[in-house]
């Protein structure tokens, strides 16, 4: 019966001691996070000059966070926040049957002849694979509903550095042919000359994503967190993050007329068959993105 006894006493001891545990981490002021931010749906919301384009994007990051309680009254608090984390993004962009036409130079020939240049259905799917290190500033709100349970509200920016920037995938094709005016308009579209014909792209023949070096984004969260024991929390959170920049730069910003320096798929004897990066044609490029938010979270 003494035994019993004591071994009650010890449980209910054990049992004070480690609530008063979990409810003195509220004290603490610091706190380390480490996540995994995985995105839904669309990432990057793309507005493009250049007809028929459509895309689709997908984007995740990961990092550690550091904060600093710097106000708390009863259950509410008030948390400072800075981080770093590696953020990467993928788009895929695909233009559909494009016809255009424009005047090729003397370099465009094998003969060196100038001519005006038809590209009739060009089919294009290419995907960009974009890296960031980014450094996130926010502020978070915080209410304690029990002693293991924790919502909190956050609002802040996140500031990213070009890291890499390239061209993944590329397919496509398209029919090519040539008209000669000082020739009474011969028509020339065999493929022994200038390219002409059928033609299949692949990525040797595209160009790199032009990517801006900075882009800033402003993002809120909302989430609910969960002891697990002492120090130790889970949290899990759901983000909306805007773009305030734009995630590549404009190259193209008017394409009427089409020409030379401009045209999607262009040719010089030198360099073949050149495909541009379909990101230069976008007037817009920004982030807009909601993502779940996975959190391991250490106080002390």
């Not at 459509?54 to 995740?60: D, R």
């Amino acid at each position: 019966m003494k035994q019993i006894i004591k071994t009650a006493l010890c449980a209910i001891a054990l049992s004070a001691s480690l609530t008063g545990w979990a409810q003195g981490t509220d004290n603490n002021k610091f706190v380390v996070k480490a996540y995994a931010n995985i995105g839904l749906g669309d990432a990057v919301k793309l507005n493009s000059n250049l007809p028929g384009i459509s895309s689709s994007s997908s984007a995740y990051d990961y990092g550690v966070d550091f904060g600093w309680t710097f106000w708390q009254k009863q259950r509410h608090s008030l948390e400072a926040n800075i981080g770093i984390a590696y953020s990467a993004s993928s788009v895929k962009m695909n233009l559909k049957n494009l016809d255009y036409t424009y005047s090729a130079a003397a370099d465009a020939d094998m003969d060196n002849d100038s001519y005006i240049r038809h590209y009739e259905s060009v089919n294009l799917n290419q995907k960009y694979s974009l890296g960031r290190f980014t450094v996130p500033v926010y502020l978070s709100y915080g209410y304690r509903c029990t002693n293991w349970l924790k919502v909190h509200a956050d609002l802040g920016v996140a500031l990213g550095f070009k890291v890499s920037s390239k061209l993944s995938e590329l397919t496509g094709n398209g029919h090519c042919y040539g008209i000669y005016p000082q020739y009474d308009n011969l028509k020339i579209e065999e493929s022994y000359l200038n390219d002409f014909g059928d033609n299949a792209y692949a990525k040797s023949t595209g160009d790199a994503p032009t990517a801006n070096s900075f882009a800033c984004s402003i993002f809120a969260d909302t989430g609910v967190e969960f002891r697990i024991y002492g120090p130790l929390a889970a949290d899990l959170s759901f983000r909306y993050a805007a773009g305030l920049t734009n995630q590549y730069k404009s190259v193209f910003k008017e394409i009427e007329p089409i020409d030379s320096r401009n045209a999607p798929v262009t040719y010089t004897v030198a360099d073949g068959t050149q495909v541009k990066s379909l990101t230069d044609y976008a007037k817009s490029s920004k982030l807009s993105l909601i993502s779940l938010k996975f959190t391991l979270i250490y106080r002390f």
